[in-house]
């Protein structure tokens, strides 16, 4: 067997490595037996050299293999999903698909993150109501599946031990924007839900990490190719990231968002990411005949209200108290009577009449984290409160000192430089007379047959 510097002087000199090779690295860093050194060079020699389709089929499904895999009873068998996003701005999809994936009779046990940097966490946003408890075991994740259909938890420390050490030495190392290794982080953990079908919503543009169509494709299809080796249908969105998505930012006014479309009350363009990735999903499974169907079959679920009794049922499962989740979900709701509302609310004017032409995303993430929304370490606390809420869409005709964005911000006020910048992230083009549609954020699907 060779040794660990033999590993790392082959693929430091470009070799492809062997199955054996690739499991006996993972192996010594999930066992803590590799120098933590040896694991930052093998990793700077996988970031310069790469990794060809099958090293990172190995890779990923030897960290997979690192921890516990969960099992499912054979009923449900071809009928586990969940989905992906590689974070964007208000993005609260996972909110309402997982919802609206079990009224389609799919099982969907959501394992999400925290918000780091910029992007928002789906976990930080749930917490906004109070009770609900991220934190579940492999035995009451089996119960609630069982019962309402699906979850959204965060990750139990023996899921993919291996990425655990291997994403902070990425970190400390410079080596977090490799292909093989996001492709082995992210696919080796949805490998360990045991899942029979998989989307990834890939964002590209000014408020994602990749900013060009190409990149972000070259990314789809490294995690597309990895999911599938692993035996999961997998498929790819690949889809826009230089606004919102909807109309709110922050934790608790994404909440809030959330469940005004889960009562069929939503903004089209979350509408429209929900049931792509929904209908993508249904289709995998077989449990709609083509995309379309699929689509149509998740807004049934929602528009019907059927995905929103399966969100107060997943949310009362998780510990929120059953009278505050009927009234979060009833018909007239007083949110802010259930999540605190920040202390101060100050709106802002469009600068000129015309037509909204562009609404800079990246700021308004970056300025409502700076402002207590999102944490710069991880471990930070965070204020659900804070964030903001879009008063107008794109294409929308207003006229000059409207308002267009309401902020919400509590002891952190915004500084001069940051309302400047706040008041530069829209842009008000010339009149005409039709005001443009919102652009679809669906660019290009990639899936695993033509749907
Ligand atoms: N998310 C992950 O879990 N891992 C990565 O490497 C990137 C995003």
Known sequence: ??????????????????????????????????????????????????????????????????????????????????????????????????????????????????????????????????????????????????????????????????????????????????????????????????????????????????????????????????????????????????GVIGRCVGNSLEVIESVETLKGKGPKDLMELVTTLGGVLLKMTGSASDLSEGKKKISDAVIGGAALKKFQNMIEKQGVAKETAHSLCSAKTDYFSIMRKSKHQVELKTPAEGIIEDIDGLVLAEITHNLGAGRSKAGEAINHSVGAELLVSLGQRVGKGESWLRLHYDDRAPTSNQMNRLKDAVTVGKQTDTPKQHPSFVKELLLPDAL
Not at 132 to 152: F, R, T
Not at 177 to 191: A, Q, V
Not at 195 to 202: F, K, P, Q, S
């Open 1 to 242: 067997m060779s040794s660990i510097p033999d590993l790392i002087k082959k693929k430091r000199d470009g070799e492809t490595l062997s199955d054996e090779e690739i499991k006996t690295f993972i192996q010594a860093v999930a066992k803590e037996t590799m120098q933590d050194c040896q694991i930052g060079a093998m990793l700077m020699a996988i970031w310069l050299k790469g990794m060809v389709d099958a090293e990172t089929s190995t890779l990923t499904r030897e960290m997979m293999s690192s921890g516990d895999v969960m099992s499912w009873p054979k009923e449900w068998a071809g009928h586990v999903v969940d989905k992906h996003s590689t974070g964007g701005v208000g993005d609260k999809v996972s909110l309402v698909l997982a919802p609206a994936l079990a009224a389609c009779g799919l099982k969907v046990p959501m394992i999400s993150g925290r918000g780091l940097a910029f992007t928002g966490g789906t976990l930080d946003k749930l917490e906004s109501l109070p009770g609900y408890n991220v934190n579940q075991s492999a035995e009451q994740i089996l119960e609630i599946l069982e019962s309402v259909g699906c979850c959204i938890v965060g990750q139990t420390k023996k899921l993919v031990p291996a990425d655990r050490v291997l994403y902070a030495m990425r970190d400390a190392t410079s080596t977090v924007d490799s292909l093989p290794l996001i492709t082995g982080s992210i696919i080796s953990k949805k490998g360990a839900e045991s899942l029979n079908a998989l989307v990834l919503d890939v964002k590209f543009g000014r408020a994602a990490l990749y900013k060009d169509l190409e990149s972000a494709k070259k990314l789809a299809q490294s995690l597309v190719n990895a999911g599938n080796s692993l035996g999961m249908r997998t498929g790819a969105a690949l889809s826009s990231m230089d």
